[in-house]
């Protein structure tokens, strides 16, 4: 009897399991997973200070970061999935070494130090939340990361990873708690009334880039081999009967990733600039003071879910970091990679993965403050991030490398603007620093 009540509790669970597999959520893939990596909890406390420190003025941002986001991670998309390969070892067939050393270099370095920015918020959000010391919250955050990506196969790690996108859900719940201008809103989203000085432009600078980092553009290309292989689908420059229905689903997911992440960066900037601005709160330096600050003027649930969206976004943000990095090395190294394979048969890509987050660990008990490491994180970002998009361009571009599956004029136009506008960040950074 007790046996027949065990199978059938088990058989109730993988229904539910089998149920969640089929939902629509589900169905998204690599896209939906970048664009909520995007919103980590260093990307959080960027957002948090353009709201607080300029209201509904930075709203403009968003709609103009979208089109440039999306046309850049379609890019790295449809190159990891028509040539089989990520974006790193396409890079290395048609570039010099130093092209590909010198990216992969600073790719680590920023991705360590943005790692050691994300972790100490979660620490500082979960100590908020569980009022259990940071430190001890942080050490959990860093074993779990760690396990769940070496021990767990990635066709299962993926699925919970989608899952966690919606912990994002929360930003938007606290715009509608409390009161909102909309008819304002919607006139400074696309009229602003700013004053352009160098504070102006240092937070815009920071907007751009947090919203369009290298990191992201590795991740894509390589978790589309990851799903090519999870399924055993062939590239698409030897299967062009598949193209269609996969440029297709690419399209789709890329989009509507990406319009996830802005829009939720949109609705920080907000929850912060009807709130934080609007009582004098004009400095924020992390995602969970921005938690903090909103406890007085939201009420203790509205706290209770920014504090809860900073947590489950940094599960999916460090996890993305490390993998990218991974990624990037485990190529340009020639290494067997990636995170469907076990541990023994991928030492040096989970090397990487395990020294960079233990690093970024390390890192915040030494005299590096950790929003320190997020500034030169941002600053090696600038750095990284122009060159890049211009190799991310000619590659999608280039019929050698892309076959008939070369992007269109309207995509590629749209990644030589993201050239311009991150090269006039990239140039504003260094002006103003």
């Known amino acids: 009897m007790a046996r027949a009540s065990s199978d059938k509790a088990k058989g109730h669970i993988q229904t539910a399991i089998d149920g969640l597999r089929e939902h629509p959520l589900?169905?998204?893939?690599?896209?939906?997973?970048?664009?909520?990596?995007?919103?980590?909890?260093?990307?959080?406390?960027?957002?948090?200070?353009?709201?607080?420190?300029?209201?509904?003025?930075?709203?403009?941002?968003?709609?103009?970061?979208?089109?440039?986001?999306?046309?850049?991670?379609?890019?790295?998309?449809?190159?990891?999935?028509?040539?089989?390969?990520?974006?790193?070892?396409?890079?290395?067939?048609?570039?010099?070494?130093?092209?590909?050393?010198?990216?992969?270099?600073?790719?680590?370095?920023?991705?360590?130090?943005?790692?050691?920015?994300?972790?100490?918020?979660?620490?500082?959000?979960?100590?908020?939340?569980?009022?259990?010391?940071?430190?001890?919250?942080?050490?959990?955050?860093?074993?779990?990361?760690?396990?769940?990506?070496?021990?767990?196969?990635?066709?299962?790690?993926?699925?919970?990873?989608?899952?966690?996108?919606?912990?994002?859900?929360?930003?938007?719940?606290?715009?509608?708690?409390?009161?909102?201008?909309?008819?304002?809103?919607?006139?400074?989203?696309?009229?602003?009334?700013?004053?352009?000085?160098?504070?102006?432009?240092?937070?815009?600078?920071?907007?751009?880039?947090?919203?369009?980092?290298?990191?992201?553009?590795?991740?894509?290309?390589?978790?589309?081999?990851?799903?090519?292989?999870?399924?055993?689908?062939?590239?698409?420059?030897?299967?062009?009967?598949?193209?269609?229905?996969?440029?297709?689903?690419?399209?789709?997911?890329?989009?509507?990733?990406?319009?996830?992440?802005?829009?939720?960066?949109?609705?920080?900037?907000?929850?912060?600039?009807v709130t934080l601005h609007a009582a004098g709160v004009r400095d924020i330096q992390t995602a969970a003071q921005a938690a903090s600050a909103l406890r007085p003027l939201a009420g203790d649930f509205a706290f209770a879910l920014f504090a809860i969206g900073i947590v489950g976004v940094g599960l999916i943000g460090v996890p993305v970091l490390a993998g990218s990095a991974a990624y990037a090395l485990a190529e340009a190294m020639n290494w067997q990679w990636g995170l469907e394979r076990k541990a023994q048969d991928a030492r040096g890509f989970y090397g990487v993965i395990a020294v960079s987050v233990l690093l970024a660990f390390v890192i915040q008990y030494t005299p590096i403050n950790p929003m320190k490491a997020l500034f030169y994180s941002a600053v090696i970002n600038g750095l990284v991030a122009v060159p890049l998009l211009v190799v991310i361009v000619l590659l999608a571009s280039r019929r050698k490398v892309m076959g008939k599956y070369a992007v269109g004029l309207a995509t590629k136009g749209l990644g030589w603007i993201t050239v311009g506008v991150m090269g006039a960040a990239a140039v504003a950074m260094f002006a103003l620093g």
């Open 26 to 273: 589900a169905q998204l893939g690599p896209g939906l997973i970048t664009g909520v990596a995007d919103d980590d909890p260093s990307g959080i406390a960027t957002y948090s200070q353009a709201g607080a420190q300029f209201g509904l003025n930075m709203l403009w941002t968003m709609p103009l970061a979208y089109p440039l986001m999306a046309g850049v991670q379609l890019m790295c998309a449809r190159i990891g999935r028509v040539t089989g390969k990520g974006l790193a070892a396409n890079i290395k067939s048609a570039f010099p070494p130093c092209v590909l050393y010198g990216l992969v270099l600073l790719l680590l370095i920023a991705n360590t130090l943005n790692i050691s920015a994300d972790l100490a918020a979660m620490g500082e959000a979960g100590e908020l939340v569980t009022h259990v010391d940071r430190h001890v919250v942080t050490i959990g955050f860093v074993v779990a990361s760690l396990g769940l990506q070496i021990f767990i196969p990635y066709h299962r790690y993926v699925f919970f990873l989608k899952w966690l996108t919606l912990s994002l859900l929360a930003y938007f719940a606290v715009v509608f708690m409390v009161r909102v201008p909309w008819t304002d809103v919607l006139h400074r989203t696309f009229v602003p009334q700013l004053r352009w000085d160098g504070d102006a432009a240092m937070v815009v600078v920071g907007i751009f880039g947090t919203t369009i980092s290298p990191y992201l553009f590795f991740w894509q290309a390589s978790e589309e081999v990851e799903d090519m292989r999870e399924h055993h689908d062939h590239r698409l420059m030897s299967d062009p009967a598949a193209a269609p229905a996969e440029l297709d689903r690419i399209n789709f997911d890329t989009w509507s990733g990406m319009f996830y992440s802005n829009l939720t960066a949109y609705f920080i900037i907000l929850a912060t600039g």
